[in-house]
């Protein structure tokens, strides 16, 4: 079964740094796009960032300059760290796989991402 589970949120005071990680199995890990999401209190899902099976990243405005997303593809694990961070990135926060190959489709949707984690909170306060 292809399954990916995310670790290291938690409670960040704001300006302060977080790195999640996101183990992925059951597939070629190497040959696919993966994103970062976030889902607010709201509900409302934002694509934060992808990486193409080359190593090209791609980032929403709002945590441009401030999260990095990478991958250890021996490890078979994605990373997104997160600096300074603000209230307003409180949030769930889940790893996708896209499943479609490794090209990473932009702006990220959702509904192109068929392989998702059980999320991490992430509270800045």
């Known amino acids: 079964d292809v399954q990916l589970v995310e670790s290291g949120g938690g409670l960040v005071q704001p300006g302060g740094s977080l790195t999640l990680s996101c183990v992925a199995s059951?597939?070629?890990?190497?040959?696919?796009?993966m994103g970062w999401f976030r889902e607010n209190a709201k509900k409302e899902r934002e694509g934060l960032a992808t990486i193409d099976s080359d190593g090209i990243t791609r980032y929403a405005d709002s945590v441009k300059g401030r999260f990095a997303v990478t991958k250890d593809n021996a490890k078979n694990t994605l990373y997104l760290q997160m600096n300074s961070l603000k209230p307003e990135d409180t949030a769930m926060y889940y790893c996708?796989?896209?499943?479609?190959?490794?090209?990473?489709?932009?702006?990220?949707?959702?509904?192109?991402?068929?392989?998702w984690g059980q999320g991490t909170q992430v509270t800045v306060s």
């Open positions: 996708a796989a896209q499943g479609s190959g490794g090209y990473c489709y932009y702006p990220p949707r959702s509904a192109d991402f068929k392989t």
């Open positions: 059951g597939y070629t890990f190497s040959s696919e796009c």
